[in-house]
């Protein structure tokens, strides 16, 4: 089965401190994403990785920086967090997506509320 | 970009009623359509995805119909039973990055017993 957590699970911050939401897979899967999740909205694509010590732009990246340190770790970092980061954010990994038709493996969320 | 939209946010059917949630897009290279479930509290769970050349998928009471033409997605949940109140989503990729996909806003199904 495949897995991916995260953590924490959920968080509480302050506007203008540091954010730092972690993930971690076990599933040897090469694509490793970032998206948040706001009430009434499906999910956006923050930042993606294919590959360890990269990372990609994806949808609404501003306000958020990526890191892969290693095939099975990629952490979401908010420098500065605001009120509108308020989401639940999901990690999730893949093969490839296509004609693989590889799925997406998501994390349970992380629920980030800053005040 | 990508734009895709779904209907409708919300959707309550009684046990044993099927249920039809849509999805349209934008982009004629999408190439790549899914549907994802999420129960409260949980992450998503892929219930079954399908590429263009593909116009009608069936599996284990669901169907999946692709209008390419009319850029038209379906989920159809046949004889809903409660165990399948949840939120769902459809999402879809294609050229030039299929890894990236885009994910409509969500049908809470609720199936009242």
């Known amino acids: 089965e495949a897995a991916v957590t995260q953590s924490p699970r959920s968080k509480v911050a302050v506007t203008g401190g540091k954010v730092t939401l972690s993930c971690h897979q076990t599933n040897n899967h090469d694509y490793m994403y970032w998206y948040r999740q706001d009430t009434g909205h499906g999910l956006r694509l923050i930042h993606y990785s294919y590959v360890a010590d990269s990372t990609e732009k994806g949808d609404i990246p501003d306000g958020y920086k990526a890191s892969r340190p290693s095939q099975e770790n990629f952490s979401l970092i908010l420098e500065l967090a605001s009120l509108s980061q308020t989401a639940v954010y999901f990690c999730?990994?893949?093969?490839?997506?296509?004609?693989?038709?590889?799925?997406?493996?998501f994390g349970e969320g992380s629920k980030l509320t800053v005040l | 970009g990508e734009q895709v939209e779904q209907r409708p946010p919300h959707l309550s059917v009684r046990e044993g009623d099927s249920a039809i949630i849509i999805c349209t897009y934008t982009d004629s290279a999408t190439a790549y359509f899914s549907w994802y479930k999420q129960e409260a509290g949980a992450g998503l769970q892929l219930l079954m995805s399908v590429l263009s050349n593909v116009d009608r998928k069936e599996e284990q009471g669901l169907t999946v119909l692709l209008n390419k033409k009319d850029k038209r997605l379906s989920l159809n949940l046949t004889a809903a039973h409660p165990g399948d109140s949840a939120v769902y989503f459809c999402a879809v990729s294609g050229m030039p990055n299929y890894n990236v996909l885009y994910f409509g806003s969500g049908t809470k199904l609720t199936v009242e017993p």
């Open positions: 999730a990994s893949s093969d490839a997506v296509g004609e693989n038709t590889g799925q997406l493996y």
